[in-house]
């Protein structure tokens, strides 16, 4: 009786290191190396994990609504960068999020991220409709869109990535439903 209760005993222990240590684990996996990997990671994380992520950085949540995509429904959530202009948005399909930007006012940053994006393997795509104001480049299934707007005579540069086959998944559920 004294072993089945020690083995019992140990068992829940077991159980407990092993629960905490995956409930430590649940939080965003977000690679920090540069912004095209932290954009592209950020779409394996649901939206609530991804709000953890910005609220841990400091990041202030500016806006969150919901919008009708034709047959879905799809979650948008802005986050701003404190003491700076620039500011991230994620839009989510049922918690799963299907695209991350980055929006800047820094043409460094939007120069730099194009060198980074050439130096980590994606390609021009070509354009079915060419927009002299945005580039689209694909390595695999992965897609960095850049598009350059002017505002009040201000530029700024919006910087999304995803994945083209988690996204059509996600698009394909959500309208199935």
């Known amino acids: 009786m004294m072993k089945l209760i020690i083995k ?13 240590g995956a409930h430590a684990q649940a939080g965003p996996a977000v690679d920090e190396s540069n912004l095209i990997n932290r ?3 950020l779409g394996n994380n649901s939206a609530t994990q991804a709000d953890s992520y910005f609220i841990n950085k ?6 969150r609504s919901t919008k009708n ?4 429904d799809a979650l948008f959530m802005k986050y701003k960068i404190v003491d700076s202009t620039d500011s991230y948005t994620i839009m ?3 918690e799963k999020i299907i695209n991350a930007m980055y929006i800047t006012y820094s043409k460094d940053m939007y120069i730099n991220t194009v060198g980074q994006a050439l130096k980590m393997g994606f390609k021009p ?3 079915a409709t060419p927009d002299p104001a945005q580039t689209v480049y694909n390595r695999g299934d ?9 505002v009040n005579g201000k530029t700024f540069y919006v910087m999304a990535a ?3 086959v988690q996204t059509g998944k996600a698009v394909l559920e959500a309208k199935s439903h």
Do not use: E, P, W
């Open 8 to 20: 019992s005993g140990a068992a829940c222990i077991l159980f407990l290191i092993f629960a905490v």
């Open 39 to 41: 954009l592209l990671t």
């Open 58 to 63: 400091k990041y202030t949540l500016v806006s």
């Open 69 to 72: 995509m034709g047959g879905y």
């Open 92 to 94: 989510a399909i049922k």
């Open 125 to 127: 795509a070509d354009a």
């Open 142 to 150: 992965d897609m960095f869109l850049i598009r350059t707007n002017t």
């Open 162 to 164: 995803s994945n083209v």
